[in-house]
């Protein structure tokens, strides 16, 4: 019990360690977790040795869970709107990856099941680092974002079929088959985890067929006709931990129902996943699996890390990297050119090559699976295992290299392409997104004339179809402005997503036309404090109004009457414009707020003052009423 414990608290002082540490860096929990192994493994040597690789068999079932979850997000629907480009693309990226580095293996010297072994492990990519980075970077929106996101779900996918056919890879070519027509496998190089109990030992093959199929049914029915009402019945126990222990069995029940009849135990749970994605409870399911799965696969990545053989990098460190590189470039060589195939432009196709072109998680379960299946030899998967590593340490470089080619991309754009702007009005609109086409058609609905800049090709050609004329251009440049008719105009909207650009532009019109009355879009309050400062005379933050209609709805269902409710929302409103212009005084942009003494208190002192103006012009609107 004391190895247990020792155990238990070397592997989480190292995940609560390393992991935050890895996000603050921008690498990512999966690197993070790889990190931490790799210091109580082979550097400190505090773990190691048979209870590591116990604890790694047990660890993988977060992999399990997590296509469970995956399941989960895959409504049938959505699968077939995006049918396209998880066949297309993603199914071309994983069929080119592993017939091209399948290829290369074969002329290391391997045979060709070690190879298409290789070649399977090596056509995946991150999910984990990939999806985390875009969504870190504001990238998912974009064009290489959401192809991206296409190619890691049919990989996700792909990892089921994969973890199907590596077994077979073992096998003899055609299987024997015994006097009563059962299929013999043999028990050549399996352990004793591969001789439990199994529903289909001694079965003949249409037997073997019958069950497996059985259990797929059983799998689906349940999920349509059981799970409701189970979900129901453990309700009436109102107690939390029931409805944890309920997705649990779920998950570890049709897993093992699946090995019993000697499939993947992730093929039934994503299966499972599927089923229940429409299905009231998901969200339900999802809450109480997802803190299992983490620290499971958590859990996974540090003994990964732990188990790394670096004798054998040091050994031959020029084959490892050279390797390792290698596999780099012949994903992103094949990612490009799926690129312009899929008509992805300028930085969105180096975004899709370079975001795709490491090895991922998934790899480092292929690669265990694969060595317990006796499809690759001890040696070699240890120097996969450290390919698959060292790619992913490496992904945070290829981002990098990414964003020194998009800034140069955008730079070449931006001084070649912006349009000729030949009109000038009293109204110039900076940005037309979502914020900037509400302000822009009211305005020219009124029948004022505007001028609109953004530097987004797509949404000014979108306005241009519905007969509203724009033009293409960083609208921060002050030739733009000048062209656009900056030191004439009456009233500029500065509508930009980008806050730094924001800034830049109110300070930029401010110093050129003092007397320009400038409404600038801010996200929050720290933003409408800089602005201010910047010389914005209306700051508008994108969610108050929003925010202030469903406060007066609220009041409404309250019991307040319509009338007092508009009271209400009126007061705070004229109260909160007040308060953000003093405390703009008292805000410095170098100190927190939370430790900002004058500014905290006379925060304290508004909100008071608040309360009091409320009650007060309730009051007065009941006497006028």
């Known amino acids: 019990m004391d190895g247990f414990f020792y155990q238990a608290s070397i592997y989480l002082l190292a995940a609560v360690v390393a992991v935050p540490i890895a996000s603050r860096l921008g690498l990512g929990s999966v690197l993070g977790y790889l990190m ?31 296509l469970f979850l995956i399941g989960l997000e895959m409504d049938p629907r959505a699968l077939w709107d995006m049918r396209h480009r998880l066949i297309g693309l993603g199914g071309m990226q994983l069929v080119l990856t592993t017939a091209a580095v399948m290829a290369g293996m074969m002329w290391l010297g391997y045979g060709w099941s070690v190879a298409l072994a290789v070649g399977l492990i090596f056509a995946l990519s991150s999910t984990a680092i990939v999806l985390q980075t875009l969504s870190e970077k504001g990238l998912m929106q974009t064009a290489g974002g959401r192809s991206t996101f296409s190619v890691l779900l049919t990989q996700d996918i792909a990892v089921i079929p994969m973890l199907a056919l590596l077994p077979l890879l073992a096998l003899p070519f055609v299987p024997e088959l015994a006097a009563d027509g059962s299929i013999q496998i043999g028990t050549e190089g399996h352990d004793d985890h591969h001789e439990s109990l199994s529903l289909v030992e001694g079965l003949p093959s249409w037997g073997v067929t019958l069950v497996t199929l059985g259990a797929v049914g059983a799998v689906v029915l349940a999920g349509v006709y059981l799970i409701a009402p189970l979900f129901r019945f453990i309700h009436t126990a109102r107690l939390r931990e029931m409805y944890t222990a309920t997705a649990l069995l779920i998950v570890i029940g049709i897993a093992f129902l699946m090995s019993l009849v000697g499939l993947s135990p992730a093929l039934g749970t994503f299966l499972a996943g599927v089923v229940l994605a429409n299905s009231e409870f998901r969200h339900e399911l999802e809450s109480d699996i997802e803190p299992f799965k983490g620290l499971l696969l958590g859990l996974f990545f540090i003994t990964v890390g732990a188990q790394i053989d670096f004798p054998t990098l040091f050994g031959d460190p020029a084959r490892i990297l050279g390797l390792t590189f290698a596999v780099i470039l012949i994903k992103a060589v094949i990612l490009f050119g799926l690129g312009l195939l899929f008509k992805l432009k300028g930085r969105d196709q180096w975004l899709f090559a370079l975001g795709l072109a490491q090895a991922g998680e998934f790899g480092f379960v292929l690669i265990s699976f694969a060595q317990q299946q006796h499809v690759l030899p001890d040696d070699l998967g240890d120097q996969l295992l450290l390919i698959v590593a060292l790619s992913m340490l490496i992904t945070p470089l290829l981002f990098i290299l990414y964003e020194v080619i998009s800034r140069r991309m955008a730079d070449s754009s ?212």
């Open 414 to 625: 931006d001084a070649q392409d912006p349009d000729e702007i030949d009109d000038q009005a009293a109204v110039i609109i900076a940005g037309i997104g979502r914020f900037g086409q509400i302000v822009n058609r009211l305005v020219r609905a009124s029948g004022f004339h505007t001028v609109v800049l953004d530097h987004d090709l797509n949404a000014i050609e979108a306005m241009r179809r519905f007969g509203v004329k724009g033009f293409f251009g960083d609208p921060t440049r002050p030739d733009l402005l000048e062209a656009a008719g900056l030191k004439e105009a009456k009233v500029l909207v500065v509508a930009v997503d980008d806050p730094e650009s924001a800034l830049k532009l109110v300070a930029h019109a401010r110093r050129v036309h003092p007397d320009l009355h400038i409404i600038a879009r801010a996200r929050d309050r720290g933003q409408v404090f800089r602005l201010y400062q910047a010389g914005a005379n209306d700051i508008v933050r994108e969610m108050f109004d929003s925010s202030l209609r469903a406060g007066r709805y609220v009041l409404e269902n309250m019991g307040l009457s319509d009338y007092e409710a508009s009271v209400s929302a009126q007061t705070f409103f004229q109260h909160d414009r007040e308060a953000v212009r003093e405390l703009a005084q008292l805000w410095d942009p170098d100190v927190p707020a939370s430790e900002n003494a004058p500014y905290v208190e006379r925060a304290k002192e508004l909100e008071a003052e608040l309360e009091t103006s409320l009650l007060a012009a309730l009051e007065k609107g009941n006497v006028a009423e």
């Open 36 to 66: 931490a192994g790799v210091v109580i493994g082979p550097i400190l040597g505090l773990v190691g040795g048979s209870e590591t690789a116990d604890l790694q068999h047990f660890a993988e079932f977060g992999v399990v869970m997590m």
